[in-house]
C-alpha cells in the first residue's frame, strides 16, 4: 500500500487555538483543529493511510476522517513518500518560463511606458532613486523620441489599449511635452490605431496651476502627488536645494487639483527615517487631506538590498491595511501581491509585469528601452527602440529565474515573493550580500498574518 509524507512545501502557523496548514508551493491554505494539525507529525515519516485512523483516536467518525486526509492530499500538504517536490518545482519553472515566453508579443504584451521627460527636478529628496544612482539631471527627452516611443506602443498594440506614464525628474518642467504627446496619441485613436489610452503622471505637485489641472481633468489623468505625511515629516526628506521644506507649496498644488476634481493618487517613500510613521501618515492623508487613494513605494534595491527594515515595514503595512478597512480607501502596497498571490491561487514568480500578463518598460530621455521600470542608467540593458523585440535582451530581463538564491525554497514566502526581482538580481551579481534579508524578513512577517 501508498504511503504518504508532510510536503516539503507545508508550513504550519498557530491562529488562536486552531492552526492554518500553508501549502508555499500552490498557495493553498486550510484552517484546522488541533487533532489535524497533529495527525501532520504523523506523517513526518512516511505512513500508510489507514494508521491515521488509529492516530486519530479523538475523532470517531470514520467518513470525517477520511474527508480530512482526502483534502490534504488534493491540497498536497501530504504526498506520496517518492515523489521528488524538487525536481517537480524545477520542471514547473522551466516550463512556465517557456509559457510566458510562447506569450510574448501575443497574450502578453509591452502596453505600458513609464517616460522619462527630464532628469531635471526642483527638488532634492534625500531618498531619490535617481540623485543616489547619480544619473545625469541635465538630460531632457525631444518630442521626435517620443513620437517614435508612441508609434512603437502602437504597433505592439495594434487596436488595443496602451498606457503612458509621464515621470521625472520632476515631470512638469516638460508640461508642453506632455501636451503634445496627449494630442497625437488622441489622434491616433481617432484614425483608429489604437483602442484608447490611459494616462498617469508622478509628481511633487509644485508646478501644478489651474491650466495643468484642468488639463489632467480632461484627459482623464491619474495624478500621482508624492506626500510623506504631515509637513514635519514630509520635510524630513523632500526639500528644496537650498534645504527649505516643500509641504507647503505641494499643498498648494494638492488643493488645485481637488478644486478641479482631477483623480488623485498619493504615494509615500518609505525611509529609515520615517518608517515608524507610515500607518499614521495614510490616517493623515486620509483624514486631513482627504486622499483615499494610496499607494506605499516598495523600497529600491541599492547596492542590491533595501535601506529599511523588512520586517519593522511589515508592521507598518498591516497596521496601513487595517487603516484602509477603517476608512473604507485604498492603500496599496509591496503587501498587497500577497493578497493577490493568495487570493487567486497564483504563484509570484516571474513577477516582473502589472499584476496580469502584460508589461511595462522606461523609455529613456535618449530613446532607449529599458525592460526595468525603476533603473535606466546600467546601459547594458537598454535596448534601441529600432531595435527593439521582444526577445532577447527584454524577455531576459522579464524572464529572470525565480528562486534565485537556494535558501529560496526553504522559505514559506517563496510563491508570493517569487525570489529577487530582476533588477536585484542585477545588483547582486556585483556586491558581497547574496540575499536581501530585509527582503526576506518582510515577506515572512506580513505572509504569517495574512493567512
Same mark, same amino acid.
Given at each position: ?47 500508510? =493511510? ?84 547619480? &544619473? ?10 517620443? &513620437? ?29 511635452? =506632455? ?6 496619441? +488622441? ?13 498617469? &503622471? ?5 508646478? =501644478?496651476?489651474?491650466? =495643468? ?7 482623464? $489623468?491619474?495624478?500621482?502627488?508624492? &506626500? ?36 488623485? @493618487? ?33 523600497? +529600491? ?6 535601506? #529599511? ?25 509591496? @503587501? ?19 499584476? @496580469? ?47 534565485? $538564491? ?43 498574518? #495574512?493567512?
Amino acid at each position: 500500500m501508498k504511503r504518504f509524507v508532510t510536503s516539503r512545501w507545508t508550513y504550519i502557523f498557530p491562529k488562536g487555538r486552531n492552526f492554518a496548514l500553508f501549502n508555499s508551493r500552490n498557495l493553498e491554505v486550510l484552517y484546522v483543529d488541533k487533532d489535524v494539525a497533529d495527525l501532520m507529525s504523523l506523517f513526518n515519516k512516511p505512513h500508510k =493511510i489507514d494508521e491515521a485512523f488509529s492516530f486519530l483516536k479523538n475523532i470517531k467518525d470514520r467518513k470525517k476522517i477520511k474527508e480530512v486526509i482526502n483534502m490534504l492530499i488534493k491540497a498536497k500538504f501530504i504526498v506520496l513518500e517518492d515523489v521528488n517536490e524538487i525536481e517537480e518545482l524545477q520542471k514547473w519553472t522551466v516550463a512556465e518560463i517557456k509559457n510566458r515566453e510562447a506569450k510574448l508579443g501575443q497574450s502578453s504584451r509591452l502596453n505600458a511606458l513609464r517616460v522619462v521627460l527630464t532628469e531635471r527636478c526642483n527638488f532634492n529628496c534625500n531618498y531619490c532613486f535617481v540623485q543616489k544612482k547619480k &544619473i545625469n539631471r541635465s538630460n531632457d527627452i525631444s518630442f521626435k523620441i517620443l &513620437i517614435d516611443a508612441v508609434n512603437l506602443l502602437s504597433s505592439l498594440n495594434k487596436e488595443e489599449s496602451i498606457e503612458i506614464q509621464f515621470f521625472g525628474g520632476e515631470p512638469l518642467i516638460r508640461f508642453d511635452l =506632455i501636451i503634445k504627446t496627449v494630442e497625437y496619441v +488622441q489622434n491616433l485613436i481617432k484614425k483608429g490605431v489604437i483602442k484608447k489610452a490611459y494616462y498617469g &503622471i508622478t509628481t511633487n505637485g509644485t508646478l =501644478i496651476d489651474d491650466k =495643468i489641472a484642468r488639463f489632467f481633468k480632461k484627459n482623464k $489623468f491619474l495624478v500621482s502627488i508624492s &506626500i510623506d505625511g504631515w509637513k514635519s515629516l514630509h520635510n524630513l526628506n523632500r526639500r528644496y536645494f537650498n534645504k527649505r521644506g516643500t509641504f507647503d507649496d505641494t499643498m498648494k498644488g494638492l488643493e488645485i487639483l481637488q478644486k478641479n476634481k482631477n483623480d488623485i @493618487g498619493v504615494l509615500i517613500t518609505p525611509s529609515e527615517n520615517n518608517l515608524k510613521s507610515l500607518a499614521k501618515a495614510c490616517e493623515y492623508i486620509i483624514t486631513k487631506l482627504g486622499c483615499d487613494f494610496i499607494t506605499i513605494n516598495t523600497p +529600491q534595491p541599492i547596492k542590491g538590498n533595501w535601506d #529599511v527594515d523588512g520586517k519593522l515595514f511589515s508592521q507598518q503595512i498591516k497596521k496601513c491595511f487595517k487603516i484602509a478597512k477603517k476608512y473604507k480607501t485604498t492603500i496599496n502596497s509591496f @503587501g498587497t501581491r500577497v493578497f493577490y498571490a493568495l487570493d487567486e491561487k497564483k504563484p509570484l514568480v516571474l513577477s516582473c509585469s502589472k499584476f @496580469g500578463d502584460d508589461y511595462t518598460a522606461t523609455l529613456t530621455p535618449d530613446g532607449k528601452i529599458s525592460p526595468c521600470i525603476v533603473s535606466w542608467q546600467h546601459k547594458d540593458i537598454l535596448i534601441p527602440m529600432n531595435k527593439f523585440s521582444y526577445h532577447g535582451d527584454f524577455s531576459k530581463w522579464k524572464l529572470t529565474s525565480p528562486y534565485f $538564491f537556494d535558501k529560496c525554497i526553504h522559505c514559506p514566502a517563496m510563491n508570493v515573493c517569487g525570489g529577487p526581482c530582476p533588477l536585484e538580481v542585477y545588483e547582486m551579481k556585483n556586491f558581497s550580500k547574496p540575499i536581501d534579508h530585509e527582503r526576506c524578513s518582510f515577506f515572512k512577517d506580513f505572509l504569517e498574518s #495574512v493567512i
